[in-house]
């Protein structure tokens, strides 16, 4: 299995942390992948009821969405290397979990990487966070945490009795998924 591309859902452009960067980048290069940097917009924090007219609330949209892909585009600048091709995009959608599905299907990426939009305790979840492992279309690495992959152990949860009925093909792409993974970050893999 050859991954070829890796899309990187930033939930705020302007203050990605160049540790989490640095992870995504190794993780890349590691894969042998292009990498995308992507941010959805939340529509609702655009769509105010006191404005006038449509026309500038599409005129503000277009602004917002211009200003993110700047910032994506000077963060992109940034991480390009001979071995790393990097392109940002934005779109603006909600929920913000339905606007990454979307962007991932239509880009179809072989591994989604987020950034936890609250500065949750490492171990907890927020809502994009359920929504997209109950709904995300290929492999998904939340990274709760700035610490570098260096020594580190991957555990891939399945089903082998499938008591739950899923699919005996998704314990298949489980456990392929994060053998690449492992195989990239020089991992100990641990099914469970």
Not at 26 to 36: F, P, Q, V
Not at 53 to 69: C, F, K, P, T, W
Not at 165 to 173: E, I, R, V
């Amino acid at each position: 299995m050859n991954w070829t591309r890796v899309m990187f859902a930033v939930a705020k452009p302007d203050s990605v942390g160049s540790a989490v960067l640095d992870k995504v980048v190794r993780l890349t290069i590691a894969l042998g992948a292009e990498l995308e940097l992507f941010h959805c917009v939340d529509r609702s924090l655009v769509a105010q009821p006191q404005r006038p007219s449509a026309n500038d609330n599409e005129s503000e949209v277009g602004e917002i969405i211009d200003r993110q892909l700047q910032e994506l585009e000077q963060c992109a600048q940034g991480l390009r290397r001979p071995q790393l091709k990097v392109r940002p995009s934005v779109t603006w959608e909600y929920p913000v979990h339905e606007g990454i599905v979307r962007q991932v299907l239509r880009h179809q990426p072989d591994l989604l990487i987020v950034q936890p939009s609250r500065h949750h305790e490492p171990w907890m979840l927020g809502y994009t966070d359920y929504k997209l492992i109950e709904t995300c279309p290929c492999p998904l690495l939340l990274m709760k945490t700035t610490r570098p992959y260096i020594d580190c152990c991957l555990i891939a949860a399945v089903d082998p009795m499938h008591e739950h009925d899923k699919p005996a093909a998704l314990d298949d792409a489980i456990a392929n998924a994060a053998t690449v993974m492992s195989n990239a970050l020089s991992a100990k893999l641990w099914l469970f």
